[in-house]
C-alpha cells in the first residue's frame, strides 16, 4: 500500500483545460442563481448563515484532522480527505436542499458565501492541517506547494465565475433564468465527466487501489454531514435549517479539488482517487438523504 503514496494519475495539459473550464462553467451557473440579496441573509438572519460557516469551515476542516489522527490512513489519501474538507459546498447542495424541504433560501445564501470565502479559507484550511500532520507535512516539502499560485487559481475558478454569473443574473434576470435551467440539471452531468476524463486512461490504476479509499470516504462524508446536522441542532436550529446544514456541510466541491489535485501534486494516487470516489458518492448520500428527508415531518 506504500506506493499508493507515489502513484500519478496521468492527465495532460488538454485535459486539465477541460477540467479549468468545466468548472469554470459549474460555477457560472451557480452564480446565476444568486442574488445580491442572498448576502443581506447574513445581516438579516445571521444565525443559521453563520452557523452554517462555522460547521464548514472551522470544524470540519478540524474533524477531519483528528479522523486522520486517528485512523492514520495513507499520508496521499489523508491530503485528499484534508483537501476535500477544505472545498466549499458542492454546487448541487442547493438542488439537494430544495429535494429535502430543507431552507433553500439559506442554502443558496450559504453557497454564495462559502464560495467567496473559499478563496482564502480553502487554501489556508488545507496548507494549515496538511501542515499540522506529520506524514502529510512531509509530502507538502517534495511537493513546494505554492501559496500564491494556490490562492490565484481558486480565485480564478471560484471567484471570477461567480461574480460574472451575479452580474448577468442582476442586468439580465430573464435570461440568467433561462440558462441556469440548463446549466443546473448539467452540473452533474459535468462533474461525471470531469471523473471520467480524469480517470479514462487510468482505469487500471483506479480499479487497482479504489478499495483502499470506500470505507474512509463514505465514512468521511457520513461524518460531514452528521456534523452539520449535530451543530445546527446545538445551536436549536428549526428541523429545515438542521438539514440544510447537514448537507450543506455533506456535500462538497470535489470537482474544485480534483482540479487542485492535478494542477499541485501531478495526479497524486492517494488524493486523486479519494476526491474522485467522494465526488461520487456525496451525489449518492446527498440524494438518498434527500429523498428520506423529503417524506419526513418536521420533528422537535
Same mark, same amino acid.
Not at 40 to 69: E, N, Y
Not at 146 to 168: A, H
Not at 228 to 238: D, E, M, P, Q, T
Given at each position: 500500500?506504500?506506493?499508493?503514496?507515489?502513484?500519478?494519475?496521468?492527465?495532460?495539459?488538454?485535459?486539465?483545460?477541460?477540467?479549468?473550464?468545466?468548472?469554470?462553467?459549474?460555477?457560472?451557473?451557480?452564480?446565476?442563481?444568486?442574488?445580491?440579496?442572498?448576502?443581506?441573509?447574513?445581516?438579516?438572519?445571521?444565525?443559521?448563515?453563520?452557523?452554517?460557516? +462555522?460547521?464548514?469551515?472551522? %470544524?470540519?476542516?478540524?474533524?477531519?484532522?483528528? #479522523? !486522520? *489522527? =486517528?485512523?492514520?490512513?495513507? $499520508?496521499? /489519501?489523508?491530503?485528499?480527505?484534508?483537501?476535500?474538507?477544505?472545498?466549499?459546498?458542492?454546487?448541487?447542495?442547493?438542488?439537494?436542499?430544495?429535494?429535502?424541504?430543507?431552507?433553500?433560501?439559506?442554502?443558496?445564501?450559504l453557497t454564495a458565501i462559502a464560495t467567496f470565502l473559499a478563496?482564502?479559507?480553502?487554501?489556508?484550511?488545507?496548507?494549515?492541517?496538511?501542515?499540522?500532520?506529520?506524514?502529510?507535512?512531509?509530502? +507538502?516539502?517534495?511537493?513546494? %506547494?505554492?501559496?500564491?499560485?494556490?490562492?490565484? #487559481? !481558486? *480565485? =480564478?475558478?471560484?471567484?471570477? $465565475?461567480? /461574480?460574472?454569473?451575479?452580474?448577468?443574473?442582476?442586468?439580465?434576470?430573464?435570461?440568467?433564468?433561462?440558462?441556469?435551467?440548463?446549466?443546473?440539471?448539467?452540473?452533474?452531468?459535468?462533474?461525471?465527466?470531469?471523473?471520467i476524463i480524469a480517470f479514462s486512461k487510468n482505469l487500471d490504476?483506479?480499479?487497482?487501489?479504489?478499495?483502499?479509499?470506500?470505507?474512509?470516504?463514505?465514512?468521511?462524508?457520513?461524518?460531514?454531514? +452528521?456534523?452539520?446536522?449535530?451543530?445546527?441542532?446545538?445551536?436549536?436550529?428549526?428541523?429545515?435549517?438542521?438539514?440544510?446544514?447537514?448537507?450543506?456541510t455533506g456535500i462538497q466541491n470535489s470537482g474544485l479539488g480534483?482540479?487542485?489535485?492535478?494542477?499541485?501534486?501531478?495526479?497524486?494516487?492517494?488524493?486523486?482517487?479519494?476526491?474522485?470516489?467522494?465526488?461520487?458518492?456525496?451525489?449518492?448520500?446527498?440524494?438518498?438523504?434527500?429523498?428520506?428527508?423529503?417524506?419526513?415531518?418536521?420533528?422537535?
Amino acid at each position: 500500500m506504500q506506493e499508493l503514496d507515489k502513484v500519478r494519475i496521468n492527465f495532460d495539459s488538454n485535459g486539465l483545460w477541460v477540467l479549468n473550464i468545466a468548472l469554470g462553467i459549474v460555477m457560472f451557473g451557480v452564480a446565476l442563481g444568486i442574488t445580491f440579496d442572498d448576502f443581506s441573509a447574513l445581516r438579516k438572519q445571521p444565525k443559521p448563515v453563520l452557523i452554517g460557516v +462555522l460547521s464548514q469551515f472551522v %470544524l470540519l476542516p478540524f474533524i477531519t484532522f483528528i #479522523l !486522520v *489522527v =486517528l485512523l492514520q490512513p495513507q $499520508p496521499s /489519501i489523508a491530503l485528499g480527505m484534508f483537501m476535500v474538507a477544505a472545498c466549499p459546498g458542492g454546487n448541487i447542495s442547493n438542488f439537494m436542499t430544495h429535494m429535502a424541504k430543507g431552507n433553500t433560501a439559506l442554502s443558496i445564501s450559504l453557497t454564495a458565501i462559502a464560495t467567496f470565502l473559499a478563496i482564502v479559507m480553502t487554501p489556508f484550511n488545507f496548507q494549515f492541517y496538511s501542515g499540522l500532520y506529520g506524514p502529510t507535512a512531509e509530502i +507538502l516539502r517534495t511537493v513546494q %506547494l505554492n501559496s500564491y499560485e494556490l490562492i490565484k #487559481l !481558486v *480565485v =480564478l475558478i471560484l471567484g471570477i $465565475p461567480l /461574480i460574472l454569473g451575479m452580474l448577468l443574473r442582476y442586468k439580465y434576470e430573464l435570461l440568467a433564468l433561462r440558462i441556469s435551467k440548463v446549466l443546473k440539471p448539467l452540473s452533474i452531468l459535468i462533474f461525471v465527466a470531469i471523473v471520467i476524463i480524469a480517470f479514462s486512461k487510468n482505469l487500471d490504476v483506479f480499479n487497482t487501489y479504489i478499495h483502499h479509499v470506500l470505507t474512509i470516504g463514505i465514512l468521511h462524508n457520513i461524518i460531514a454531514i +452528521l456534523l452539520g446536522y449535530s451543530v445546527a441542532r446545538l445551536f436549536c436550529l428549526s428541523f429545515k435549517n438542521r438539514k440544510t446544514l447537514a448537507i450543506e456541510t455533506g456535500i462538497q466541491n470535489s470537482g474544485l479539488g480534483l482540479l487542485l489535485i492535478f494542477t499541485f501534486f501531478d495526479g497524486l494516487g492517494g488524493m486523486a482517487i479519494l476526491a474522485a470516489f467522494w465526488g461520487i458518492w456525496h451525489i449518492i448520500s446527498g440524494l438518498l438523504l434527500a429523498l428520506y428527508w423529503s417524506n419526513k415531518n418536521e420533528v422537535k
